[in-house]
């Protein structure tokens, strides 16, 4: 590996599959149809429709509890060795470095990564509709749950539905145009912007390296891919990584 700088670090619902929280698309494991049927009982969901502004409006009580669902099962689970090994990556790097993550669980900062944005949201966070606020929330978010910044009875879940805008997209996209090692983790390159930041990073410049379980949509666009267990080949490539700085 040449000597990098400047690194991008995307991670997706894969990096969190090993700490027993189920990705959307992986042709093995759990979907997210059958989370919604242990928690609402004995009907079926696609994401789809539970994760856009018209099923919040169409049907608030099951977009809320799907999300109530997923904050409490946060409680049960711990970040695993890949999420470890970034942690560590952040604290040794001298270099600029951003892990940027699709996940709205909070296992990257429980183990310790600083330097770190959630571009689609956090489970542990509420967004009120009204005014814009954004505020840690434990516990359930029923409809109707009042904006302690305005008044508006309008939190919902702090979570990027389809069709709006990802969080600190300037930002993101600033860390990526200057990275020089741009690294995927976890991720089926199947959502947009996301999956865009790999042709951004090498457009750019940067070698591009992808560590998932199997290939993925946007595989062929990696300067090199590794396929295994996050909690394998995350370890292993940190390690390299800083042996080169
Ligand atoms: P996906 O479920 O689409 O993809 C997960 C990827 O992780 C797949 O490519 C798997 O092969 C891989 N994978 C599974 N287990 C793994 C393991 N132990 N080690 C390494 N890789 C593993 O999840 P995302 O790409 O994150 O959006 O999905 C992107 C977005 O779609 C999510 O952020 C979510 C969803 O709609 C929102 O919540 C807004």
């Known amino acids: ?55 919040l409006a169409g049907d608030p009580v099951l977009v809320h509890r799907f999300y109530d669902a997923r904050r409490a099962a946060l409680a049960g689970v711990a970040p695993n060795a890949a999420h470890i090994a970034l942690a560590r990556l952040d604290a040794a790097w001298p270099g600029e470095l951003l892990i940027v993550t699709q996940n709205v669980d909070d296992l990257h900062e429980r183990a310790g990564a600083t330097r770190l944005v959630h571009m689609h949201g956090e489970l542990r966070s509420a967004l009120c509709a009204a005014c814009g606020a954004r505020r840690p929330h434990a516990g359930d978010l029923p409809p109707g749950s009042v904006c302690p910044a305005c008044g508006a009875p309008a939190l919902r879940p702090d979570i990027v539905f389809f069709g709006e805008m990802p969080y600190q997209m300037a930002r993101i996209e600033a860390a990526v145009a200057d990275a020089d090692l741009f690294v995927s983790i976890g991720t089926s390159g199947a959502v947009y912007p996301a999956a865009g930041f790999v042709q951004m990073a090498a457009h750019y410049g940067a070698a591009t390296l992808e560590l998932n379980l199997e290939r993925s949509a946007g595989s062929s666009s990696f300067d090199e891919t590794r396929l295994g267990l996050a909690g394998v080949l995350v370890p292993a490539w940190v390690e390299e990584v800083l042996a080169t700085g």
Do not use: H, Q
């Open 1 to 55: 590996m040449n000597k990098p700088r400047n690194i991008v670090v995307l991670t997706g619902a894969g990096v969190s599959a090993e700490s027993g929280l189920p990705t959307f698309r992986s042709k093995s494991g759990v979907t997210y149809w059958d989370v919604i049927e242990d928690y609402l009982g004995p009907k079926s969901y696609r994401v789809e429709d539970v994760c856009t502004p018209e099923a």
